[in-house]
């Protein structure tokens, strides 16, 4: 499995994005697929994690509320809607995918394959 990550961009605060992480190759539904995010002189950190057939999800408390992931197997494409964008979550955001079965996979260490990051920035 192969990843993608588009759909970062520009946004004013309070504003929404919707980035999709496109896989190639086989077994992708069988993937547990987290979004992580690295700001700026931060460590990376998780953002939201989504089980083989999107029965489970997790986020980050932060993200709670304002962030929905979701997955199309079809398309073998997970998505992470963020609303109420704040400057604070401007950041690489990076997609990540884990051949295990579903724990609640929230530490980078878990995933083993890694899409290049897409940059969402959050103006004031």
């Known amino acids: 499995v192969q990843l993608q990550a588009s759909g970062g961009g520009l946004v004013q605060a309070g504003g929404s994005l919707r980035l999709s992480c496109e896989a190639s190759g086989r077994s992708f539904s069988t993937h547990t697929v987290g979004w992580f995010r690295q700001a700026p002189g931060k460590e990376r950190e998780f953002v939201a994690a989504i089980s083989f057939y999107g029965r489970f999800t997790r986020y980050r408390d932060s993200m709670k509320g304002r962030s929905a992931i979701s997955r199309d197997n079809a398309k073998s494409t997970v998505y992470l809607q963020m609303n109420s964008l704040k400057p604070e979550d401007t950041a690489v955001y990076y997609c990540?995918?884990?051949?295990?079965?579903?724990?609640?996979?929230?530490?980078?260490?878990?995933?083993?394959?890694w899409g290049q990051g897409t940059l969402v920035t959050v103006s004031s």
């Open positions: 990540a995918a884990d051949s295990s079965p579903w724990r609640g996979q929230s530490i980078d260490r878990e995933y083993g394959i």
